[in-house]
């Protein structure tokens, strides 16, 4: 079975700083997608950040970057510069390509301090 | 596109009730999911469909659950009788798939509370 591991459930930052995210997961497939979303106050989910599995290039989308280590089954994201508009909850998620489904870890809940 | 839209947003309900909630997707998108998100449990699929049609469901906890998709444009998830533990955001995504992979955009939520 699939599964998606965050192990920090909350963490707290400094406005300006940089602060990573910790994700690990686990498949026996080879084909897969990883995500970031994030889950502000207002509920909504929104699709931070995408990492396809054959590409070893960590992907980057402006404030965020991802540090994908495939074989440690590792998929972080940093956030740099990191703004009071990027409190949430973050969750993230493994798409295995043949399937349909997504699996989300159960999120971290990250405060920007003033 | 005015995105995936939900409703109701809130609702509250007494345990025992019917409720149905709603989700229109966004057009063209061929897969529709619904999630359940809880603070001890996170967010759990309970079902999905592709081209309208139930895919896997089993997620969906027990049998007071049913979630139908009745044309491309619309889906419901109806429990009932509703229990007191349904309390829940339940969660409508929609998604096309994108270059081999399912991007899934989300709905607002609907926030259950059953009394």
């Known amino acids: 079975a699939q599964t998606v591991t965050q192990s920090q459930p909350e963490m707290s930052v400094q406005e300006a700083e940089t602060v990573t995210l910790s994700c690990t997961y686990d498949?026996?497939?080879?084909?897969?997608?990883l995500f970031w979303y994030k889950q502000p106050p207002s509920r909504q989910m929104i699709l931070v950040i995408r990492q396809e599995a054959y590409k070893q290039q960590n992907a980057t989308e402006n404030r965020f970057s991802v540090n994908f280590q495939k074989a440690a089954k590792s998929f972080s994201l940093k956030i740099s510069d990191s703004q009071l508009g990027d409190t949430a909850m973050y969750f993230c998620a493994l798409f295995l390509k043949g399937d349909d489904k997504i699996i989300f870890g159960k999120g971290t809940r990250l405060h920007i301090l003033p | 596109d005015a995105g995936v839209i939900q409703s109701p947003r809130h609702e509250v309900t007494e345990m025992g009730q019917e409720v149905t909630l709603r989700c229109k997707p966004i057009?063209?998108?061929?897969?529709l999911f619904w999630y359940r998100q809880t603070m001890m449990r996170g967010l759990e699929l309970l079902i999905y469909f592709n081209n309208n049609v139930p895919i896997d469901d089993s997620g969906m906890p027990e049998d007071r659950f049913s979630a139908k998709m009745p044309n491309a444009s619309f889906s419901t998830l109806k429990i009932q009788p509703s229990e007191p533990r349904d309390s829940a955001v339940y969660f409508c995504a929609s998604s096309a798939t994108v270059s081999g992979a399912n991007v899934l955009t989300f709905g607002a939520g609907s926030r259950l509370t059953v009394l």
């Open positions: 057009s063209g998108h061929d897969y």
């Open positions: 498949t026996s497939e080879s084909n897969y997608y």
